[in-house]
């Protein structure tokens, strides 16, 4: 425990240091140029500190089917783990991880792998466990961010796997991108159907509290209840949950088809709570990469997106209760589930139906480069 806590100051005092450390950029570029250019000069000098050792480990061809290999479980991954970096390192490495996301989306972030330090002490593991390991989260780079080429960059770890495509001065992608939390709230409370949730070691950690993603959760409900008879016949698709994300971390996500009620079905209220809902998820990213998807989804057309539920139809827990929803639109799936645990345990993600690590717009810009000819 005294070790859980150690480990937990060190990831603090890292980010502390970080926000002080990422200095903005000149308001006179293009503001989608200051986020790559933030982003490239993050990677270099990440990249920079490096010994060839570390670089070998970290990097691999932007063509190789590792940029493609994801998953939100603990396993072994490519890439250098924080574990194996120094301390400089680590701060270079998690000031890079800001230039990609909000505060809002940094703070989900840092506090999915601060979790980990919680399920050591719920899960009842030994200080120096492997499985749950706040340090275990690993970068990887696909490319080389200091040419004009096409390059790529990736944070994995358990609950936790983000990656972002460059190239010419744009940042073309950035996902798949998945959020989870175990548990889902954290409090002292005898009477949860989470059972961990019973253990008086919870009434001390410093986490207590905690919810990471209590916003994808409330607005849906909230979104849900306004729902009349006839749009929910439309929406509940089941009424038990699904016990996982349909797509699971399939490289290319689809489903055979779009269910629910559309938006073009809501009316002002519901089209309000349905918008403040797809936003909980796109302002994880910077605000310029956030306006870029949702710019795209206005271009496909907002009133085609649809919501679809399964499982409760209310966020009280107990024993056997669960709940599962998508966001699904022409461009556009998000999935969340929360029906492990007996409600505690959620699951998130986002995916891009055409340009899922940027595969559509590489493809496009492949076709419009010249390659070097005349």
């Known amino acids: 425990m005294r070790y859980s806590l150690f480990l937990l100051g ?71 783990p924080l574990k194996q970096m120094t301390p ?22 840092t506090s999915i792998i601060d979790m980990e330090n919680v399920l050591r002490v719920i899960d009842n593991r030994p200080p120096n466990d492997v499985y749950r390991d706040p340090e275990n989260y690993s970068f990887t780079f696909f490319g080389d961010p200091a040419t004009n080429a096409p390059w790529s960059w990736r944070i994995e770890g358990h609950h936790l796997s983000l990656q972002f495509v460059a190239v010419d001065g744009k940042v073309l992608a950035q996902t798949p991108t998945f959020f989870g939390s175990n548990p889902g709230v954290l ?40 729902l009349n008879t006839d749009q929910r016949k439309q929406a509940v698709l089941a009424a038990v949950a699904y016990p996982e994300m349909v797509t699971s971390n399939k490289r290319k996500a689809s489903l055979e088809r779009m269910d629910g009620v559309k938006m073009a079905d809501m009316n002002s209220e519901q089209r309000k709570l349905f918008m403040d809902l797809i936003q909980a998820y796109l302002t994880n990213y910077r605000i310029t990469l956030a306006k870029q998807q949702l710019d795209k989804l206005k271009k496909a057309g907002l009133d085609e997106i649809r919501f679809s539920w399964a499982g409760d139809l209310t966020p009280e827990l107990g024993d056997g209760k669960g709940w599962y929803y998508r966001i699904h639109g022409p461009t556009i799936l998000i999935e969340y589930d929360n029906s492990q645990t007996n409600a505690n345990h959620i699951h998130t993600v986002v995916r891009d139906l055409t340009n899922d690590w940027g595969e559509d717009l590489l493809q496009e810009h492949y076709k419009n480069a010249s390659h070097g000819k005349d």
């Open 88 to 109: 400089e390192q680590r701060q270079a490495a998690m000031a890079m991880l800001k230039t990609a996301l909000s505060l809002q989306g940094y703070e989900k972030a």
């Open 187 to 226: 409090k002292f409370d005898s009477g949860m159907a989470d059972k961990r949730m019973s253990d008086p070691r919870v009434k001390d950690l410093p986490q207590k509290g905690r919810a990471i993603l209590k916003q994808e959760t409330e607005k849906a409900f909230a979104l849900l209840k306004t």
């Open 10 to 80: 060190c990831l603090i005092a890292s980010q502390l240091q970080v926000l002080g450390q990422v200095a903005p950029s000149p308001k006179t570029l293009p503001v989608q140029q200051r986020v790559k250019d933030e982003m490239t000069d993050a990677a270099n000098l990440f990249l920079g500190m490096l010994t060839p050792e570390q670089r070998q480990k970290t990097t691999f061809p932007f063509d190789s089917e590792e940029r493609f290999n994801w998953h939100f479980v603990p396993r072994e991954r490519k890439g250098l």
